[in-house]
C-alpha cells in the first residue's frame, strides 16, 4: 500500500539529492550524467521502499520526460549550432570583424545593443549568448575590458532581446 508523500518529507528529499548532486559535482569533480543517475536510482529505491509499484514509477518517468523532451532537442540543436559556428570559424570571424567595428571606448555599450539585437531578431537570449556572446567576450578579454562588466553587458542585452522578440516564447 503507498502512502503519499507529504510536502515536508517531499523537500527533505529533494533537498538530500540535490546535496548529492553538489558534492559529487563540485567536490569530486565528477561528471553530472554520474550523479544524476545516481540520484535516479536513489529515487527510484526510496519510491520501491515506500511501496510504489514498478508500473506507477515508470509511469512517472515517462510523464517527466515527455515534459521535458522538447527543452532538451532545443538545446542540442543549440549546441549543435555553436559547435558548428565554431569549427566553421564563424565565431572567430565575428571577433575580426568586432574589432575593426567595435571602438574600445564604447565597447561595453555596443556589447549590449548588439546582444540586444541579436536576442530580438532569434528571440532566444541563451543562443545569443551561447554564440555572439561568445565573440564579443574573447574581443573583450583581448581588450582587457573587465569580465564582469562584458559578461552583464551579453547577459542583460541578451534576455533584453529574448523578452522583447516577438519569437521569444516568454
Do not use: Y
Not at 533537498?15 to 548532486?21: D, E, S
Not at 569549427?87 to 571577433?95: A, D, E, L, V
Not at 574573447?138 to 523578452?163: C, E, R
Amino acid at each position: 500500500m503507498k502512502k503519499k508523500v507529504s510536502f515536508p518529507e517531499a523537500i527533505t528529499i529533494l533537498l538530500l539529492l540535490l546535496v548529492i548532486l553538489g558534492i559529487s559535482v563540485i567536490k569530486f569533480g565528477l561528471m553530472p550524467e554520474v550523479p544524476v543517475l545516481f540520484t535516479v536510482c536513489l529515487l527510484v529505491f526510496w519510491l520501491k521502499i515506500r511501496g510504489n509499484d514498478w508500473a506507477s514509477i515508470q509511469d512517472g518517468i515517462k510523464e517527466g520526460i515527455g515534459v521535458a523532451i522538447i527543452p532538451i532537442f532545443i538545446f542540442i540543436l543549440i549546441g549543435a549550432l555553436i559547435g558548428l559556428w565554431i569549427k566553421g570559424s564563424i565565431i572567430p570571424s565575428i571577433m575580426v570583424l568586432g574589432f575593426h567595428l567595435i571602438s574600445g571606448q564604447f565597447f561595453i555599450p555596443s556589447v549590449f545593443i548588439v546582444c540586444s539585437i541579436v536576442g530580438l531578431a532569434i528571440g532566444s537570449g541563451f543562443t545569443t549568448i551561447s554564440t555572439v556572446g561568445i565573440a564579443l567576450f574573447g574581443i573583450g578579454a583581448s581588450m582587457n575590458a573587465n569580465p564582469a562588466l562584458v559578461a552583464g553587458a551579453i547577459i542583460s542585452g541578451a534576455v533584453f532581446g529574448d523578452k522583447m522578440s516577438p519569437l521569444s516564447d516568454s
